[in-house]
C-alpha cells in the first residue's frame, strides 16, 4: 500500500536540487576569503573540503534510504544517538544553514551593487531588505518551483563552464607561484572555510520524502551532485585565482577586508568586457535562489524538532491560512535578520562551517551507531562502502578542520554543544524518552550481564 | 449489472466544490474512486500538512462521497497530501485502476452528450464507457469527428462504425446522432461546440503519460466549463 506522500523527484530535479542548495556563497563569495588564508592552494582546499564531507555524504544517503522521511541531519542523528545529541545537531544544523543563508544574503548584496550605481555601504542594508523579502514569501508560501530551480541551475553551470573557458586565455601562470604560500596549515584552515560550500547536500535528505526511487536516487543524487561540484569549484577558483592581483582578492572587500565579489573582480576581461554584468546577473541569481532554499530548508529544523517534542509544539504548527509552518519560518526569518545586521560578514561565512562541520561529524557517528545497534527497524536500501573506515576519516578530517578554523568558530562551535545540551536539559528531557539506537546498545549491554539474563 | 468501469473524481481541498448530483447519478452502472487532494506549498512536508489537517480532510471528502454513497455508486476515498497535483491524479488512477477520469464543470441536467473521436485508437474502452453512461440515463449522445488527412477510415466510416459499437450495447438509434467537422483547431472546435451539451466524453489517443491527459483532452478540459470524462489508454 502506498504511503500516499507524493513522491515525484527523479534522479536529475534531485541532483538540481542538490547542486542549486550548494552553489551560490561557496563558489561566489568564498574564494577570496580562502585564497587570504591559503594563497593559490585555495584550491585544493576546495578538493580537499569535498573529500572530508564525502563520508558524511555517504552516511547520510544510506540513513536517508532507512528513514526517507523529512528532517534530514536531525533526524538521524537523533533516531541514532537520542535526543540529547539530537538536540545540539538539530539546532547546529538549523544554526549552520541560518548563518550560511544570511552570508549568501550578505553576498547577494555585494554582486547586487556591482550592477546598480548605490554606495557600496549599503551592502548589510540590502541584503536586509532582501531577507525580510525572502521570509514574507516562504510564510506566504510557494508553489513547487523545481522546474526554476533547474533552470537556475543549469544557466549558473553553463556561466562557469564558459567562465573558466574563457578565463584560459587570461591566465597568468606566475600567480600560481608560490603555490602553497601559507604552507599546509593555511590549506586546512581554508578547507575548513569553504567547507559549508558542500553543505547543500544536506538538502538531498530533507526532501527525501518526496524522491521517487529513494534507495537509487538518494544516493545517486548525493553523490553525482558532490562530484560535479567538485570539479566545478576546483575549475572556477583556479580561474579566479589565475585572473587577478592576489592584493584586489585579499584586500578589495569592505574595511579592506578579503573580496565578497571574487568571481566578478577578474570579469571585467571575460565576456567581451560585460564579464562583471554576467556574473553579477548569475550571481544574484543563485544567491538569491540559495538563500531562499536555506530559508525553506532551515525552517524545517525547529518543525522536526517540534514535531519530536524537543522544541514548542507552536513551532509545528501549520497555518490554516498559508498552509505554511510560519511560526517555524518566522523564527529562523528572525534568527537571520539578526544575523546580518550583528555579525562581521567574515565571521559568519567561518560560523556556518564551524557549525556544519559539528553537525557532520555526527553524522558519521549516528551511521556507525545505526550499524552497531543493529536495531531492527534500521533497514537501509544502500550501504554506504568502505565503513567503518570511511567514517572514521570524515570524523577525524572534520576534527581536524575544526580545529584550524580559528578561536571564534571553535568557541561557536562549543557553544552549540552547551546550550544544545541545556536546552535538551531544561525543555527536551522532560518531554522525550527516546533514546536512539545507541539505547539499544546499552540495553543489549546490560541484558549480557550475567546478573539480568535468566 | 457488472461494474466494468473504475471513474476517478478528483477534488482540490479543502473546500472543494461538490459534484452535482446529476452527474453522480450518471455513475451508476459503474464504480468511482474519489481522491481528495490536499494542496500544500513547498514550505510545509506533506507528512506535518496531513498530521494537522487529516481528520478534517478526511471529513470533508467523505462529505463529497456521500452523493456516490446516496446514488448506490461504490465508492472507496482517497486522500493525498501534497503539491503535484496532476501527478497524483495520474498516479492513483494507476494504482486505484481507474480507466476514466472526471474533470468536474458547471452541468444543470445530463441530456446531451458530447464524444469527439479522434480515430480508432482506444475506441473500444470510449464507447463502452459512454455505452455505461447512457444506460444509467435518458441522454443523447452526439458522436463527433473533425476530418483530418491523416485518417484511414473516413469520418463517416468512424462515426457509423461508433454508432453501431453503440447500438450493439443497448443503446436506442434514435438517442444517437453524427456530426463531422472539416478540418481545423481540435482542441478549440470541440470546445466551441462542446459548448452546447452538457457533458464531454474525451479519450485519450496516446498511451496515458506520465503527464495527465494527452495533448488535446487536456487543452479541452482546461478551456470547457462543461465537466468531462477523460477515458485513459492505459495501453504501455
Known sequence: ?454 | MSTTHRVLVPFELPDATPIPSTIVDTLTPMAAVVLGHYGLPEQTPPSVGRDQFEADAQAELDDLAQPFRDADVPVETRLVFGKAREKTIDRVAVEEDCDVVLTPGEADGVDRLFVPLRGTENFDRILSFVADLLSGTDATVTLFHIEDESDRLSGEELLADAADRLVEAGVDTDRISRRLSAEGDVSGRIVDIGAEFDVLVLGETEPSLPRLFGLVPARVTADTDDPAFVVRNPEE
Request: glycine share 12%; proline share 5%; net charge neutral.
Open chain 1, 1 to 454: 500500500m502506498s504511503d500516499d506522500l507524493e513522491r515525484d523527484l527523479g534522479l536529475y530535479p534531485t541532483i538540481t536540487i542538490s547542486m542549486g542548495a550548494m552553489i551560490g556563497s561557496g563558489i561566489f563569495v568564498l574564494p577570496a576569503l580562502g585564497f587570504t588564508k591559503a594563497g593559490p592552494a585555495v584550491v585544493l582546499a576546495y578538493v580537499l573540503a569535498g573529500l572530508v564531507v564525502l563520508p558524511a555524504a555517504l552516511s547520510k544517503a544510506e540513513m536517508a534510504t532507512a528513514m526517507p522521511e523529512s528532517g534530514g541531519t536531525y533526524l538521524y542523528i537523533d533516531r541514532a544517538m537520542g535526543p540529547l545529541f539530537g538536540t545540539i545537531a538539530g539546532v547546529g544544523a538549523w544554526f549552520s544553514l541560518v548563518f550560511k543563508s544570511s552570508f549568501a544574503l550578505v553576498g547577494l548584496g555585494a554582486y547586487l551593487l556591482l550592477l546598480v550605481p548605490l554606495s557600496s555601504g549599503l551592502v548589510k542594508t540590502v541584503a536586509l531588505v532582501l531577507a525580510a523579502l525572502i521570509v514574507v514569501l516562504n510564510v506566504v508560501g510557494t508553489e513547487q518551483s523545481g522546474k526554476a530551480q533547474s533552470i537556475i541551475v543549469t544557466a549558473v553551470v553553463v556561466t562557469l563552464g564558459a567562465y573558466v573557458l574563457n578565463a584560459g586565455f587570461v591566465v597568468e601562470p606566475t600567480r600560481f607561484q608560490p603555490f602553497a604560500a601559507k604552507g599546509s596549515g593555511g590549506v586546512v584552515t581554508a578547507a575548513a572555510f569553504v567547507f559549508v560550500s558542500y553543505a547543500g547536500v544536506t538538502k538531498i535528505a530533507s526532501v527525501a520524502e518526496e524522491v521517487e526511487d529513494p534507495d537509487r536516487n538518494l544516493p545517486l543524487g548525493m553523490l553525482g551532485s558532490m562530484g560535479i561540484m567538485m570539479v566545478i569549484y576546483a575549475l572556477v577558483v583556479v580561474a579566479v585565482v589565475g585572473m587577478n592581483d592576489p592584493a584586489v582578492l585579499s584586500t578589495s572587500g569592505p574595511n579592506g577586508g578579503p573580496s565578497l565579489t571574487p568571481m566578478a573582480d577578474g570579469a571585467g576581461q571575460l565576456f567581451g568586457g560585460v564579464g562583471v554584468v554576467v556574473i553579477s546577473v548569475v550571481a544574484v541569481l543563485a544567491l538569491t535562489s540559495m538563500a531562499n532554499a536555506g530559508v525553506l530548508a532551515s525552517s524545517r529544523f525547529p518543525l522536526a524538532m517540534s514535531r519530536d517534542s524537543l522544541a514548542p509544539r507552536r513551532l509545528a504548527h501549520v497555518s490554516e491560512r498559508f498552509k505554511t509552518p510560519r511560526n517555524a519560518i518566522l523564527l529562523t526569518g528572525a534568527l537571520l535578520l539578526v544575523l546580518i545586521a550583528r555579525v562581521p560578514v567574515v565571521e559568519l561565512a567561518k560560523l556556518a562551517s564551524a557549525f556544519q562541520i559539528l553537525v557532520f561529524s555526527f553524522v558519521n557517528l549516528a551511521l556507525v551507531a545505526f550499524r552497531v545497534s543493529g536495531v531492527e527497524s534500521y533497514q537501509p536500501s544502500f550501504r554506504a562502502p568502505g565503513y567503518p573506515y570511511v567514517q572514521v576519516v570524515g570524523l577525524v578530517g572534520g576534527l581536524a578542520l575544526l580545529t584550524q578554523i580559528g578561536t571564534l568558530p571553535l568557541l561557536g562551535a562549543g557553544g552549540i554543544i552547551v546550550g544544545g545540551i541545556a536546552w535538551y536539559l531544561l525543555y527536551g528531557r522532560a518531554r522525550t524518552d527516546r533514546e536512539g539506537a545507541v539505547g539499544a546498545i546499552l540495553d543489549r549491554r546490560r541484558s549480557d550481564e550475567p546478573v539480568t539474563s535468566d
